[in-house]
Nanobody, 127 residues
């Protein structure tokens, strides 16, 4: 069992930056690949970014590529999402997720591939 707690969300203006954190407790953090998803009102949960168990592989949604960076600190049991040049369309609840399946370099963009989820943190970007 893994417990995930997100933090770092808030209200910012377009062009600003935020760093989301997701602290994990429970089983060994190195056994999990991690991801960020987001969900805007009235929309389905969508993939934002993912990182493999060994941090060697990453993936980003086209909408955030070049602006967001995912990283994983195994010593702190924490995954981060650095978000730069934020846009109003980035407004959503951001969720951290952990998945156990797959090898060290494996990542998944699929919601169903993740076993544990945080409670979410709200990010609001005003124009």
């Amino acid at each position: 069992q893994v417990q995930l707690v997100e933090s770092g969300g808030g209200l910012v203006q377009a062009g600003d930056s935020l760093r989301l954190s997701c602290a994990a407790s429970g089983r060994a953090f190195t056994n999990y690949r991690m991801a960020w998803f987001r969900q805007a009102p009235g929309k389905e949960r969508e993939f934002v970014s993912a990182i493999s168990k060994n941090s060697a592989s990453t993936n980003y949604a086209n909408s955030v590529k070049g602006r967001f960076t995912i990283s994983k600190d195994n010593a702190k049991n924490t995954v981060y999402l650095q978000m730069n040049s934020l846009k109003p369309e980035d407004t959503a609840v951001y969720y951290c997720a952990a998945g156990a399946s797959g090898g060290l370099f494996y990542i998944s963009l699929n919601v169903a591939a993740y076993d544990y989820w945080g409670q979410g943190t709200q990010v609001t970007v005003s124009s």
